[in-house]
C-alpha cells in the first residue's frame, strides 16, 4: 500500500516549489508524482493539424519524487508523515503518525 495516492492533497517539501499545495495527479512507477501546479515546465510544442493541436509554448507539471513531497493534514495545516495499520477486519488503511487520526475511512 502506497502513502500517498492520487487525489491526496500534499505539501511540497523540497525544491523550487518548497510550501506548496497542491493535489497529486498521479503517481509513476518509479516514485514520482505529478502534482498540480507544482514543478511546471515550459515544453515547445510543434503543432499537429492531424489531431487539431495547435503549437507554441505550453506550461505542464513534471514528475516530482515522493520523498520531496508529504501528505497535508488539514488538523495542524502541515504536512504530515503517514502511517499504515491494519483494522481487525484485515482492512489496511492509512494514518497521520503525529495525530493518529486515520486518512481513508
Same mark, same amino acid.
Do not use: C, W
Given at each position: 500500500?502506497?502513502?500517498?495516492?492520487k487525489g491526496d492533497?500534499?505539501?511540497?517539501? %523540497?525544491?523550487?516549489?518548497?510550501?506548496?499545495?497542491?493535489?497529486?495527479?498521479?503517481?509513476? /512507477?518509479?516514485? /514520482?508524482?505529478?502534482?498540480?501546479?507544482?514543478? =511546471?515546465?515550459? /515544453?515547445?510544442?510543434?503543432?499537429?493539424? =492531424?489531431?487539431?493541436?495547435?503549437?507554441?509554448?505550453?506550461?505542464?507539471?513534471a514528475p516530482i519524487?515522493?520523498?520531496?513531497? %508529504?501528505?497535508?493534514?488539514?488538523d495542524t495545516g502541515?504536512?504530515?508523515?503517514?502511517?499504515?495499520?491494519?483494522?481487525?477486519?484485515?482492512?489496511?488503511?492509512?494514518?497521520?503518525?503525529?495525530?493518529?487520526?486515520?486518512?481513508?475511512?
Open positions: 500500500m502506497r502513502k500517498i495516492k492533497d500534499v505539501i511540497v517539501l %523540497a525544491g523550487k516549489d518548497k510550501g506548496k499545495r497542491g493535489t497529486v495527479l498521479s503517481i509513476t /512507477r518509479d516514485n /514520482r508524482a505529478y502534482v498540480e501546479g507544482v514543478n =511546471m515546465v515550459k /515544453r515547445h510544442v510543434k503543432a499537429n493539424p =492531424m489531431a487539431g493541436t495547435p503549437g507554441g509554448i505550453i506550461e505542464k507539471e519524487h515522493i520523498s520531496n513531497i %508529504a501528505l497535508f493534514n488539514p502541515k504536512g504530515d508523515r503517514v502511517g499504515i495499520k491494519i483494522l481487525e477486519d484485515g482492512k489496511k488503511v492509512r494514518y497521520f503518525k503525529s495525530t493518529g487520526k486515520q486518512i481513508d475511512v
